[in-house]
């Protein structure tokens, strides 16, 4: 044998045997604490039903640990409850914690997997990530800024002025007019558009669907084969209808905007862009389609669910607040004034609005446990074993309620992220790195949910005055704070009053309702 042959032959044969022992190491050691395991169940009945990410907070104080380990039927879970543990892992060692559960019930049975957030890690994923960022990059603002502008002033702002009460479909067909017309260049009708109810009935039968606990086919995988009409396997049933409104999802608005581009009446857009850069040529122009068709209703989906909770919890948050309403009015008064509407241009001089936003971001999180991911090998964090399959689980409830960095968690208080001077606090952590996610699985979309929720917050704020309800008898009605859970949590219906601040103010409202109309 050449002396080089030995010698390469002796690497690779160090770094098996170092790879054989490192893993025999890391298995010798214990998993991270959590309840005491039943046999073969483990922990099944200790996982809540619901709001698990308030049980999973508690365990870190019951068990001394920011990291805790359950095990239900065979899964290993993994929770991550402080920003430190997530921060270490998920974007320290993103090589091992970046893949996703291959879930049976919504990828499989319900046609999600082609979803960005439900795939695994690998050149798929990659392909749409890429192809997302190279047309809506953070740097390229104009891609996105004009058609939020448009949309709020022109069809949010008029909706509530004409229809106050009908507050949560105004913004909830704003906000889903302007993903439309992002990813497809649709234009949505003011009330009962076709699309948005599309997006509506689909995407709540995801939200039903939120973690392996609700399924049982998630922890019994095999149960999908079962046969429709076998006792028990209604879920099934149930699949096949939420398969097909997934279906139309995806489908139907990139074909109407396929129809439009071959006219040549097509609204400039991402999927527009993309369709006329395909190399036909390159003999794989159906899989470029493919990707583009998924990476833009991954847009429509992205706009259409959690972005609208947090403008919900922003109005509800004004209601049961006053005292933070007008003291962000009284900043736009100082800095915009009431000759015109807020701009994008405005925000680094509201920091007090900016302030509000992040409360909002931390004290109802959109997902309260995001999208959990799946380590690809055995790992070992401060003398833990954490097993290679592992689902793994932030808390950003638990984080974003951490009182060691946002004292008096449970109250809404703006001022936590001011200095003295009034300005954005540096030293305190924002909200957004724990709320859109961790590592190369973080949300692309970020910077337009920000800028959707903070052009629709200043609007809002700058030429409205929203206070509580009255009942039949002129009674102020208590909003509360009660909120729905799921995969997004919402707040419950509650009602508000919604009326212009001043004449001058509807007469701006009016104005650019004329010109959104004539566009």
Known sequence: MHPLEVVFTGIAVS???????????????????GPKKLPLLGNLFDIPPNREWLTYAQWTKDYDSDILHVKAIGMNIVILNSFKVANELLDKRSATYSSRIRWAMTAELMGWGWLMSSMPYGEPWRERRRLFQ???????????HPRQREYIRGMLLPLLLA???????????TIGGVALSLAYGIKVLPREDPYIRIAE??????????????????????????????????????ARIWFGLQKKFRER?????????????????????????VDRKAGDAEHQREVIQDTSAMVF??????????METFLLAMVNFPEVQLKAQEELDRVVGRSRLPDFSDEADLPYLSAILREVLRFRPSTPLGVPHLTTEDDVYEGYHIPKGSTVVANAWAMLHDDNDYP???????????????????????????????????????????????????????TFNITKALDESGKEVEPGLEYITGLIMRPAPFKCTIKPRSQE???????HRDRFVED
């Not at 989906?301 to 947090?310: D, I």
């Not at 009034?422 to 190369?440: H, Q």
């Open 163 to 173: 229809e106050p009460e009908n507050f949560a479909d105004a913004l909830k067909h």
């Open 201 to 238: 009935e689909a995407l709540e039968g995801m939200a039903q669907v939120t973690v392996s606990t609700r399924v049982l086919v998630e922890l019994i995988p095999f149960l999908k084969y079962i046969p429709e009409w076998m006792p028990g396997a209604g879920f099934k049933r149930q």
């Open 301 to 310: 989906a992205a706009g259409a669910h959690s972005t609208l909770s947090a």
């Open 134 to 144: 190279s047309y809506f990059h953070p740097g390229k603002q104009t891609t996105h």
């Open 408 to 462: 008096e968690p449970e109250k809404f208080n703006p001022d936590r992220f001011l200095d003295k001077d009034g300005k954005l606090d540096p030293n305190v952590m924002d909200p957004a790195r724990m709320a859109f996610g961790f590592g190369r699985r973080i949300c692309p979309g970020s910077h337009i949910a920000h800028s959707n929720l903070w052009l629709v917050a200043a609007s809002i704020l700058a």
């Open 505 to 511: 103010t509807a007469d701006l409202i009016i104005a």
């Open 15 to 33: 770094i098996a045997l170092w790879g054989i022992l490192k893993k025999r190491n890391a298995m010798s050691l214990p998993t991270p604490p």
């Open 253 to 277: 608005p990139f074909d109407d905007c396929l129809k439009e581009l071959a006219a040549g009446t097509v609204q400039p857009c991402f999927t527009s862009a993309c369709m006329e850069n």
